[in-house]
């Protein structure tokens, strides 16, 4: 498939503004980008093109909230979520286009409900919850993106909030992101063109990452997740429909 400055452009435009989004909410440019890019990179070509893309977006928003990450409970996360991030992607390189496009069809369908479940219950995580929900987290991060959303919720319920629920999480994307790299790149899943447009995707979130801490008490929230969840189930739609036509 080629790559030329429409696709550029388009990818670049919807990168920035995803960050911006996700910057405020720390989610939302893992579940919208796959959307964007899959007719340009190809099925196959989404997770390890938004691994080489979000590794930068992270590393914008860990650079934006440095100062209130919380390094704790990031390696708490990390510990046992990293090794499962590895078995992860390396499950994802065996899959076919089609496969690929049904899990992440059903993902997406599934995140939206889950969420809004998540945000209902009221509890406070402890180290070893949020070291289990690490793992799991880890899991589905290798394999395919907007699992994110599973991680923030732990974190909040383990009392994590605001710049530092941004921050922390972003931490453990950005590491999570690059062992992802290493395997797809391993395993021949990134040309030259995938990688090139994840760079793209990438430099175009850092200065989003920045706005949105400047416009983060500006926002309505509730305006965003009302469109994040729509764009979300959109997606996961289409992302269906490839895998049954």
């Known amino acids: 498939m080629g790559f030329d400055l429409w696709d550029a452009g388009l990818v670049a435009g919807v990168a920035f503004l995803a960050s911006v989004v996700g910057g405020i909410s720390g989610y939302g440019a893992g579940l919208v980008m796959p959307v964007v890019i899959a007719p340009i990179v190809g099925v196959a070509g989404v997770i390890p093109v938004m691994a080489v893309g979000m590794s930068l977006a992270n590393l914008s928003r860990v650079l934006a909230y440095l100062r209130e990450v919380r390094w704790r409970s990031a390696g708490l996360v990390m510990l046992p979520g990293l090794p499962a991030s590895f078995l992860g992607a390396y499950c994802y390189t065996l899959l076919s286009g ?37 793992g799991l987290h880890g899991l589905l991060a290798g394999a395919m993106s907007g699992s994110g959303l599973l991680l923030l919720s732990a974190l909040m319920a383990a009392g994590v909030t605001g710049g530092g629920l941004i921050g922390t999480d972003a931490t453990v994307s950005f590491i999570t992101n690059l062992i992802k790299i290493g395997m797809f790149g391993g395993n021949g899943l990134l040309d030259l063109q995938r990688i090139a447009c994840g760079l793209l995707m990438g430099v175009a979130t850092f200065p989003g990452a920045f706005c949105a801490r400047a416009i983060v008490r500006r926002m309505s929230i509730k305006v965003h997740t009302a469109l994040m969840d729509a764009l979300v189930l959109y997606g996961g739609a289409t992302f269906l429909w490839q895998a049954i036509k």
């Open 98 to 134: 089609r496969a690929i496009s049904l899990l992440l069809g059903s993902f997406l369908l599934i995140i939206v409900p889950l969420r809004r479940w998540l945000a209902r219950r009221e509890y406070v995580l402890g180290n070893g919850g949020l070291a289990v929900v690490g």
